[in-house]
């Protein structure tokens, strides 16, 4: 059962853009939303994460955006970079102990 | 400096056969974890140790042991391999009850 979708599932930007990927959960019981990039052969890096406490948080061109009412989250990569070419896996948790990852988005920065 | 390290990186074995994989952080984390990372990446919590007392085992066939020596390491112990364990494995680590969990390089399975 998944408890964390994520959207899209692949995503073609061109270098200068802005990324968006989207990710939605029902657990309201989830206080814990990290953002995690991962490339070829690498485990996951931790990016980003957010806390229901707030609406948004911002780390250099990385923002998460989150919107409690409607159990929504969602990733903005400003200025996207080749080198920003991954795959980006959001994820919940509430146990403090186990993440439940969403399905990934494989993000392609063309030049 | 690696954070947290895992042995083998590739593994390659037959079916039936037993596997164990290491992991180890240098942290100086309470709690880690093992995943499984499918053909379609999909990253699911497989076990969860903290202080070496096991605390998450996600439905996970028996087949499956971890083994935590100390605060350190965790090691996956697999019997009787079956061709659907073939996947990436990646162990982890936190703080305890600290939500920011660093993940391992990845251990490759291939059962033929």
């Known amino acids: 059962q998944q408890q964390v979708k994520q959207s899209p599932q692949s995503l073609i930007v061109q270098k200068g853009g802005i990324s968006i990927i989207n990710c939605a959960y029902e657990n309201t019981a989830f206080d814990y939303f990290p953002w995690y990039q991962q490339f070829p052969g690498k485990g996951p890096a931790l990016l980003i994460a957010i806390r229901p406490d707030v609406s948004e948080k911002k780390e250099g061109r990385f923002t998460i955006s989150f919107n409690k009412s409607a159990k929504q989250f969602s990733l903005h990569i400003m200025d996207s970079q080749p080198g920003d070419s991954a795959t980006y896996f959001c994820?919940?948790?509430?146990?403090?102990?186990?993440?439940?990852f969403g399905k990934g988005t494989s993000l392609l920065v063309t030049p | 400096d690696t954070a947290v390290s895992q042995t083998p990186k590739y593994l390659v074995t037959q079916m039936g056969n037993d596997k164990s994989i290491k992991c180890e952080q240098n942290l100086g984390h309470d709690t880690m974890y093992w995943y499984k990372q499918d053909s379609k990446k999909f990253l699911k919590i497989m076990f969860s140790?903290?202080?070496?007392?096991?605390?998450i085992n996600e439905t996970v066939p028996n087949r499956f042991s971890p083994k935590s020596p100390d605060k350190a390491h965790l090691n996956l112990h697999i019997n009787s391999l079956e061709l659907g364990d073939s996947a990436v494995y990646f162990c982890a680590s936190s703080r305890n009850r600290v939500h920011e969990q660093y993940f391992g390089p990845g251990t490759r399975l291939t059962v033929t």
């Open positions: 140790y903290n202080n070496k007392e096991l605390i």
């Open positions: 994820a919940a948790s509430s146990s403090g102990y186990a993440l439940n």
